[in-house]
């Protein structure tokens, strides 16, 4: 079964830190760009970060530049976003998904991990 599992959300005081992860399952994740995307209540999807495939460029949506930090172990099939200093507007439902390249056409997504920055 073709999947992405994300973990390692929770509640977290602003300015701590998360590390999110995102095991894929049923293929092998350095084929894929793998992409963070977040949806807030009452908000739109938004891109967060994405790492592509073939050369491990990584990018990031301006306002997470310098505090999110995306990076793969293909050994362990997961992909990770280290964020920190994090912010109560960040506050979202984070869920990652695979695709042929940054930007492309998703064709796999996770079901998501729960982030709340709040005091």
């Known amino acids: 079964q073709v999947q992405l599992v994300e973990s390692g959300g929770g509640l977290v005081q602003p300015g701590g830190s998360l590390r999110l992860s995102c095991v894929a399952s049923?293929?092998?994740?350095?084929?894929?760009?793998i992409g963070w995307f977040r949806q807030a209540p009452g908000k739109g999807r938004e891109g967060v970060s994405c790492i592509s495939s073939s050369d491990d460029r990584t990018y990031y949506l301006n306002v997470v530049k310098g505090r999110f930090t995306i990076s793969r172990d293909n050994a362990m099939n997961t992909v990770y976003l280290q964020m920190n200093s994090l912010k109560p507007e960040d506050t979202a439902v984070y869920y990652c998904?695979?695709?042929?390249?940054?930007?492309?056409?998703?064709?796999?997504r996770g079901q998501g991990t729960l982030v709340t920055v709040s005091s």
């Open positions: 998904a695979a695709g042929r390249v940054c930007g492309g056409n998703l064709e796999v």
């Open positions: 049923g293929f092998t994740l350095d084929d894929y760009a």
